[in-house]
């Protein structure tokens, strides 16, 4: 252990590192062991305390993993090529959603408006945000103010509290905002058009807590008139199979990150795929590195589960699940 008295006066526990950039205190103490970072001293109980380099450092591993990049890759990184590579990354992400967006049109949000959305998060101006997501969604639709404004915004609010421009708590009332708005719009939705299967079910693994990828996906799942029945985040297994059973629903859809540990991801979908009937199926989202290169998601009947890399992908899985049960349902009539 360092124990330099030339760091920061400014001193954060263990708690306040968790707290501020969502790595777990097991994950610290491993990483300590494993890496030789984070370097904390020790305050005259004993207890550990970290300055504000090693927090700013921690904030940018959190997103570079988050990202896709494993831990051993990016944890003993000095604080020089961390940002580098988090440059490098953010270049490749804003890439990533403008191929992956729908053409731009007229109508679509410009890059200026999200900005001003960011100021007035910024201002801690709430209602404001709340009532500017609000116009952009009647203007343009749910579909376009996920993909264009949404996820967009997700990015700049990421970087901007990984620079230290945005507090935890400014980035959590972003995620409040959000997430009240995208419900409030799954609600409209559902009442007007009826509903049609599938039954969706939608959760995560413990060990994952973020949930706004998820409620993204519900959102896509509304606009195609399935019923939805979210659980929340880190839903035990045995849960969400006693949960399948009670409700009959036909699929599982499990949000991740790459911050969750593969080995567990991989082995946890097992578990469940082991517990629920061969017609209940597993759709994964997220960017969970070890999903994007299984080749058990894929979409054979016989697949563990299949990977939707993309918000854009449900649609043509829920229209796919709909024409195989057309197809098989008629042939079940004339047998009995």
């Given at each position: 252990?360092?124990?330099?008295s030339s760091?920061?006066?400014t001193w954060?526990?263990?708690?306040d590192?968790?707290r501020?950039t969502g790595?777990?205190?097991?994950?610290?103490?491993?990483?300590?062991?494993?890496?030789?970072f984070?370097?904390?001293e020790?305050?005259a109980?004993g207890?550990r305390r970290?300055?504000?380099?090693?927090?700013?450092r921690l904030?940018?591993?959190?997103?570079?993993?988050?990202?896709?990049?494993?831990?051993g890759?990016v944890?003993?990184l000095?604080?020089e090529a961390?940002?580098?590579?988090n440059?490098?990354t953010?270049?490749r992400?804003?890439?990533?959603?403008?191929?992956r967006?729908?053409?731009?049109t007229?109508a679509s949000?410009?890059?200026?408006?999200i900005e001003?959305?960011?100021?007035?998060?910024?201002?801690?101006?709430g209602?404001?945000?709340?009532?500017a997501?609000?116009?952009?969604l009647?203007e343009?639709?749910?579909?376009?103010?996920?993909?264009?404004?949404v996820?967009?915004m997700?990015a700049?609010v990421?970087d901007?509290?990984?620079?230290?421009?945005?507090?935890?708590?400014?980035?959590?009332l972003?995620?409040?905002i959000?997430?009240?708005l995208?419900?409030q719009a799954?609600s409209?939705?559902?009442?007007?058009?009826?509903?049609?299967?599938p039954?969706?079910?939608l959760?995560t693994l413990?060990?994952?807590?973020h949930?706004l990828g998820?409620l993204m996906?519900?959102?896509?799942?509304?606009?195609?008139?399935c019923?939805?029945l979210?659980?929340?985040?880190?839903?035990?297994?045995?849960?969400?199979?006693?949960?399948?059973?009670v409700?009959?629903?036909?699929?599982v859809?499990?949000?991740?990150?790459?911050?969750?540990n593969?080995r567990?991801?991989?082995g946890?979908l097992?578990?469940?795929?082991?517990?629920l009937l061969?017609?209940?199926k597993?759709?994964?989202?997220g960017n969970c590195p070890?999903l994007?290169?299984s080749?058990?998601?894929?979409?054979r009947a016989s697949?563990?589960?299949?990977?939707l890399?993309r918000?854009q992908?449900?649609p043509?899985?829920?229209?796919?699940?709909?024409?195989?049960?057309?197809t098989?349902?008629?042939?079940q009539r004339?047998?009995?």
């Open positions: 252990m360092t124990n330099s760091r920061s006066a954060h526990t263990i708690a590192i968790e501020d790595l777990s205190k097991d994950t610290l103490r491993v990483w300590e062991r494993r890496y030789g984070p370097d904390p020790r305050d109980l207890e970290y300055d504000d380099a090693q927090l700013e904030r940018h591993i959190r997103r570079l993993i988050d990202a896709g990049h494993r831990p890759q944890v003993p000095p604080r961390l940002l580098e590579l440059t490098q953010g270049a992400r804003i890439q990533t959603v403008s191929r967006a729908p053409a731009a007229p949000a410009p890059s200026e408006e001003v959305w960011l100021q007035m998060l910024h201002r801690y101006d209602r404001s945000l709340r009532l997501l609000t116009r952009t009647e343009q639709g749910l579909a376009r103010l996920l993909l264009e404004g996820a967009p997700n700049l990421g901007a509290w990984l620079a230290g421009r945005l507090g935890v708590h400014q980035e959590h972003y995620s409040e959000v997430q009240s995208l419900r799954i409209q939705v559902n009442l007007a058009r009826p509903l049609a299967p039954r969706v079910l959760t413990p060990g994952e807590e949930g998820l996906a519900e959102c896509f799942l509304a606009l195609e008139g019923e939805t979210p659980l929340g985040v880190q839903t035990p297994v045995p849960d969400i199979v006693n949960a399948v059973s409700s009959g629903a036909h699929i859809a499990l949000g991740f990150t790459a911050a969750q593969p567990d991801a991989l946890a097992e578990q469940l795929r082991s517990r061969p017609e209940v597993i759709w994964t989202g070890a994007l290169r080749p058990r998601s894929d979409v697949a563990p589960f299949q990977h890399a918000l992908d449900i043509m899985a829920v229209t796919l699940w709909r024409s195989l049960v057309q098989h349902t008629p042939a004339d047998d009995s």
